[in-house]
Every structure is written in structure tokens, then in C-alpha cells.
């Protein structure tokens, strides 16, 4: 494998990047385990129109210029 010379702005942005990888997994690994995970995906399942609805909301509210 080759080693090519990265600027220190492109390694800082790849330390940030994987620091912010390691935050998500611990964010991951504390969140709760739902007992039925079948009802879980049925639950998501049933919701789904109304969360996308929700998203894309948010998002042509946060910025207009989007859409």
C-alpha cells in the first residue's frame, strides 16, 4: 500500500470523521433493545408515510431554497 502526503486540513477532516463514527456506535450501543422486534419493524412500518411526511417538512421549513 502506498502512502501518498495528505495535508493537514485532510487529516483533520479524517479524524473528525471518525470521531464522529465512534460517537454514533457508542449512541448506538446505549440505545435500548426492544423486546418484540418484530413489532418494532411493523410499528416503523405503519409510520413511515407520516415520518417521511415529517421529514421532508422540516426540511423545506429549515431551508426553503431546497425544493
Do not use: D, K, W
Not at 22 to 28: D, I, K, P, S, T
Not at 34 to 47: D, H, K, M, T, W
Amino acid at each position: 500500500m502506498r502512502c501518498s502526503a495528505r495535508t493537514p486540513a485532510a487529516m483533520l477532516a479524517e479524524v473528525a470523521y471518525y470521531a464522529r463514527m465512534a460517537r454514533g456506535l457508542a449512541e448506538y450501543q446505549r440505545s435500548p433493545v426492544s423486546s418484540n422486534p418484530i413489532q418494532a419493524v411493523e410499528l416503523q412500518l405503519a409510520r413511515r408515510n407520516e415520518t417521511f411526511l415529517a421529514l421532508a417538512r422540516h426540511v423545506l421549513e429549515q431551508q426553503p431554497g431546497h425544493f
